[in-house]
């Protein structure tokens, strides 16, 4: 467990450094069992910090999601550092956005939670709904203990644990300045039964069962705003000559948006999850994203986020790919 | 009129005898509960807390086709939504209904919108009272609604175990009831229905005080408070798009190879940052905070000022299904504290 | 070749598929040249467009050729090490091995979308590929599920 | 509103009778002169100085563009339009004898009426001459109405000018005072050499019943403003125009608001006194 002292310690010492011009990390949300993203600016908003399992976002969209407005005439832009606090899973967007050379490591101060796993919030909502009164969730060995209302409650790990954490291969966090807790052993591994039960079906078995997820979708872009690996700045679903794709909502222009959206991730996705959390209509958009980050280990041997100094999948060949499928 | 009686055994009856119309009710899809056309009134799911998407997309469609052309050819071929005949909501709630009526307004400021007015005409809304408070988050008793509002309603049911009670508001709903003359019987207790309603009043359990916020807002312009509560925003359409009042379009046309093609409207969202992009490529709302803004100012300040209602019923999806949790009641405390 | 497809049904022998082919400048398009000069005859069904290089070639490219309303989409390019711009063909490669593989996970057939290499000198392949990929999508029959719908209103 | 049924989202198709460039270069200007195709129309149409039309074809998309001609200019309505994006772009391509689609009128007025017996300088920049042409224009047609016209105009070089057919003509028949300007220095050029808000201290308008309208950049009209206040002009004689993207130009898609006022229903005309109390009008 994070020591939440030592991590508001460390947050402190970072703002106050003359080169660091916020913290990102995590505070306990509006109500109920959520937490949300913090922005510290001062050394006096530390004290509202947390890590708990509550704190299921990817702060890493945030380094790249910041609008480069320009800067006034007669001033300097910010050069100062940004500091962020990042799980194992989220660790490896950054990685990933370094391997692309989206930023600088320079502009980073990077803080590293050691994560034994996060809840699905719906999961959490399911088993206690309607609480209003904000509560607390820590992991104790292999339960999570929920307390709300004067009440403490005990489940089972497996029971809240978000999916991704089921699969999840990177605990600690392969890049950071600094760690808040020690190390924690990797705890799962990834079979892909889900992505190859889907893959045995037929044709039309799998075409229904995505006509009737993507039919759902209302185009909100949640999934492609909360990615942090889309960070595009002129991203192809705004672009109106060529318009690639169309705005209007339909089985086909949803299935056509959620395509190219699972493509440009493509060798990129390093499986935080957060697409998929977003979604307000429950598409399981990670089983889409999961079934190219099966393929790229599979045919290229590739798995996204893991290190910095490689280069990007899609922009680099290796002659001896595989062929087979070539007429 | 008096209040009526519908057994709920004799609901799928009744959900049968309104399929003659364009019937909308409830429905699921997984776990997600959306208002859909139905034809087997067992694909119903009336014990639902409320839709993720309300049910202004029965009368404003996402994506809507405004008039059809054939590139060159000088005619153009009006969308006729009076094609698509009279529709009944089953079940909306009280919040989406009273949300309709707010949006009504705009649709009707002084240029009418044929497409929005003729569908609006043609819908009956059969409402459900919130027994109980669909989410934590609701909070439509600070905005001027209530679990059992009848505002914008043609027919309330409300819940009473056994029985839903049935009031007929309108010339539509007393149609619409006697559509059902031999599904509904005699003997609703309205006493019993209005006591429903002061307790469902007293589960509600958010609140906001909105004295003075419209006021409040305009001289915030310069504030800090929207950076601060802007920081987190992703900038995806969530809150707008799950918003019943939320109305804002896009208008795009779209062409078929062989010059087919059709000018449609969408929902827009101003959150989106191409919203308000000009094409010299100056954006007057350059980021999140500008955007953040203008959202809250144009449901609790711009929106008063020109249509006397606030255009929020409180129903509390933007705030459950904010990525981030954003909630809008956190951002009108922290306006009022400013 | 290195993937055989099914033969096509008796029942669907009658459907006559629209096949959007994008082929490389230097390579495939002269290929298919030389079939037509060479007054090899081949199925009617492809529509070319040429680019030029296979690595030009977009997925987006390509689902909007089965939006509008392709059955089917070949993409050609020159056989690897011999490509233009020197690696063009190699990224293509990568690209459509992942986005086949993707397409198919999605319930849109494998045999819709086909990639291949032909050279300039090799009419009579550009032949046999044009065959076999009509062969492919004859098979799996026309493509209704992912095509545009919004001419009804 | 005779062919469209009442529907404000149905646009007029209407038949270029005349086409020319006004100023050159990659945001090249054109000017369309146009009539409905269904001459009926022109019963029932009915337009003010100051109001717009979205302007389109169906297929591309459509934008919001003032008229550029004043209602006294009998059988045709005038656009000048920058080539800038998609729609525009395309409809650079149209010559004499096309079409294309417009809906309007749309947006309120210049108060042309309230402003009779007072003096009038307008003072524009660029492209943004194209809205105050039809106060121009009107004041000339109705020249009795009105006192003294006044009009000040600048673009980068003298070849980005607009309307310089008509501009030579008005100056040359004297009937008000014309000052030219461009940016930058250049041969042959025989009028003021400097920014828009430098020749309008240059020329100097009495504020004494007068009435200032400017259009222009935003940087521009944001000088103007400042140098009108110098002048003695008070907020409520100083007049001009917004604009912002639109999509339905009637008030209800949303996006085109300045604080709580829609640019294509309430505006695009406002008046300084209006704008100062509303922060996002300069955004």
Redesign the interface.
């Known amino acids: 467990m994070v020591d939440i002292n030592k991590l508001r310690e460390i947050a402190k010492e970072v703002i106050s450094r003359d080169d660091v011009r916020q913290v990102i990390g995590y505070r306990p949300g509006t109500y109920g069992f959520r937490a949300r993203p913090a922005f510290v600016l001062e050394p006096d908003d530390v004290d509202e910090l947390i890590f708990t399992p509550a704190c299921v976002n990817n702060l890493a969209t945030y380094i790249t999601l910041e609008e480069k407005l320009p800067v006034p005439r007669g001033q300097e832009p910010d050069s100062r550092k940004v500091a962020v606090m990042v799980k194992g899973c989220d660790s490896r967007a950054l990685v990933q956005q370094m391997e692309e050379k989206a930023y600088d490591r320079e502009h980073l101060l990077i803080l590293g939670i050691p994560c034994r796993g996060v809840v699905d919030m719906d999961k959490v909502n399911a088993r206690f709904p309607d609480v209003l009164e904000k509560g607390e969730i820590a992991l104790e060995g292999d339960k999570f203990v929920i307390s709300f209302n004067g009440t403490k409650e005990e489940v089972a790990k497996d029971e809240l644990l978000a999916d991704k954490c089921k699969r999840c291969r990177y605990p600690t966090p392969l890049v950071s300045d600094q760690l808040l807790d020690d190390e924690v052993e990797r705890f799962a591994e990834d079979d892909y039964s889900d992505i190859e039960t889907l893959e045995k079906r037929s044709q039309d078995e799998k075409w229904a069962y995505w006509e009737e997820k993507l039919s759902r979708c209302t185009r909100c872009y949640a999934c492609r705003n909360v990615c942090p690996m889309c960070y595009c700045e002129d991203c192809v679903l705004n672009r109106i000559e060529p318009m690639w794709m169309r705005r209007s909502v339909d089985v086909s222009e949803n299935t056509a948006y959620h395509i190219a959206r699972a493509y440009h991730l493509a060798g990129r996705c390093i499986q935080c999850g957060e697409c998929q959390r977003v979604c307000p209509m429950d598409i399981p958009i990670m089983e889409l994203n999961r079934k190219f980050y099966k393929d790229v280990a599979d045919l290229y041997d590739y798995e996204p986020g893991t290190d910095a100094e490689a280069s990007p999948l899609l922009s680099t060949f290796s002659v001896d790919d595989r062929e087979d499928f070539i007429l | 009129m008096a209040v009526k009686k519908l057994s709920k055994d004799k609901v799928g009856e009744a959900l049968k005898e309104l399929s003659k119309f364009r019937l909308v009710a409830p429905a699921r ?4 509960v ?1 208002f859909k056309e139905i034809s087997d009134p067992a694909e119903a799911y009336l014990d639902y807390g409320n839709s ?2 309300p049910p202004k997309k029965m009368v404003f469609p ?2 809507e ?5 054939m ?1 060159g050819d ?1 005619e ?1 071929k ?2 006729n939504v009076e094609e698509e005949g009279t529709t009944v909501i089953f079940g909306i709630r009280p919040c989406d209904a009273r949300a309709m009526s707010i949006v009504d307004k ?2 009707a ?7 929005y007015q003729k569908r609006r005409a043609l819908t009956t809304l059969v409402g459900m009272a919130c027994t109980e408070p669909p989410s ?2 609701c909070f439509c008793t600070s905005v001027g609604g209530s679990p059992f509002s009848k505002e914008g309603l043609d027919i309330l049911l409300t819940d009473m175990g056994d029985y839903y009670a049935v009031q007929a508001l309108t010339e539509k709903g007393e149609n619409l009831q006697k559509t059902l003359s031999s599904q509904l019987e005699d003997g609703g207790d309205e006493k019993k229905v209005e006591e429903m309603a002061r307790a469902a009043e007293g589960k509600i ?2 609140s906001i005080k909105t004295d003075g916020i419209p006021e409040k807002i ?1 001289t915030l ?2 504030s800090d408070v929207w950076k601060k509560v802007s ?2 925003c ?5 809150c ?3 918003c019943p009042t939320c ?11 062989l ?12 959150m ?9 490529g100056h954006n ?5 905070k ?1 955007r953040t803004r ?1 959202r809250i ?2 449901k609790y ?2 929106y008063p ?2 249509f006397d209602d606030i255009a929020c019923v409180g129903c509390g999806r933007c ?1 459950n ?1 904010c ?5 809008i ?2 951002i009108l405390e922290q306006v009022v504290e400013a | 070749m290195a993937e055989t497809t099914k033969m096509a049904e008796d029942t669907k022998t009658d459907f006559d598929p629209n096949i959007v082919a994008f082929l490389c400048n230097w390579c495939s398009y002269a290929g298919a040249d030389l079939a037509g000069t060479s007054r090899i005859q081949y199925p009617p069904n492809v529509r070319v467009i040429r680019v030029m290089c296979s690595g030009r070639v977009n997925p987006l490219f390509v689902m909007n050729a089965l939006q509008q309303g392709a059955d089917g989409v070949l993409i050609s390019g020159c056989h690897p090490g011999d490509c233009h711009y020197m690696q063009g063909n190699y990224f293509a490669r990568r690209r459509f091995n992942l986005m086949r593989n993707f397409l198919e996970y999605v319930g849109i057939e494998p045999e819709r979308v086909r990639m291949s290499w032909v050279s300039a000198s090799e009419g009579a392949k550009w032949k046999e590929v044009i065959e076999e990929v009509v062969e492919g999508v004859k098979s799996v029959g026309p493509m209704d599920s992912f095509k545009r719908r919004q001419l009804n209103w | 509103m005779s062919s469209n049924n009442g529907n404000p989202y149905i646009p007029y198709r209407v038949n270029i009778l005349d086409a020319w460039y006004e100023a050159p270069g990659d945001r090249c200007i054109k000017t369309f002169k146009v009539t409905f195709d269904d001459e009926k129309i022109w019963d029932t149409w009915s337009h003010r100085p100051g109001q717009c039309a979205m302007v389109g074809t169906p297929g591309i998309g459509e934008s919001m563009f003032c008229i550029s001609s004043s209602p006294t200019e009998k059988g045709y309505l005038r656009f000048s339009i920058m080539k800038t994006g998609k729609n525009t772009s395309a409809l650079h391509e149209l010559e004499k004898d096309d079409s294309f689609y417009i809906r309007g009128p749309l947006g309120n007025t210049f108060p042309v009426d309230d402003w009779k017996g007072k003096n009038i300088v307008t003072i524009g920049g660029g492209i943004g001459q194209a809205p105050l042409r039809p106060i121009i224009q009107w004041v000339r047609d109705n020249r009795a109405d009105y006192g003294e016209l006044e009009l000040i105009y600048g673009a980068r070089t003298s070849a980005d000018h607009c309307f310089k057919a008509e501009f030579e003509e008005i100056g040359q028949s004297g009937e008000c005072g014309l000052h030219l300007s461009v940016d930058v220095e250049e041969e042959e050029w025989p009028h003021f050499v400097g920014f828009v808000p430098t020749l309008l201290m240059d020329v100097a308008p009495k504020p004494d019943n007068a009435i200032a309208v400017t259009c222009g950049p935003p940087i521009m009209i944001k000088f103007v403003l400042e140098n009108l206040e110098k002048l003695g002009f008070k907020p409520e004689q100083v007049y001009t125009t917004l604009e912002n993207r639109m999509k339905c130009g009637i008030g209800k898609c949303g996006r085109c608001n300045v604080g709580n006022l829609y640019v294509c229903k309430d505006g695009p005309v406002f008046s300084y006194a209006t704008l100062k109390n509303i922060p996002e009008a300069f955004a």
């Open positions: 899809s997984d776990d997600v959306i993720t998407v996402q994506t086709t405004l008039f059809r052309f590139v000088p153009l009006e969308k705009l649709f400021w002084d240029y009418d919108d044929p497409y934590v988050n359990k958010r305009p312009w310069d920081a987190s992703l900038g995806c359409g969530t707008t798009f799950l109305h804002c379009f896009d208008i795009q046309d779209e062409v078929e190879e010059g087919e093609g059709r000018r449609a409207r969408m929902w827009d969202s101003c989106f940052s191409e919203y308000t992009l000009h094409a010299s007057p709302r350059p980021s999140r500008e203008n100012s144009h300040s711009y000022n020109k705030i299904l990525p981030v949790n954003i909630d009641l956190d």
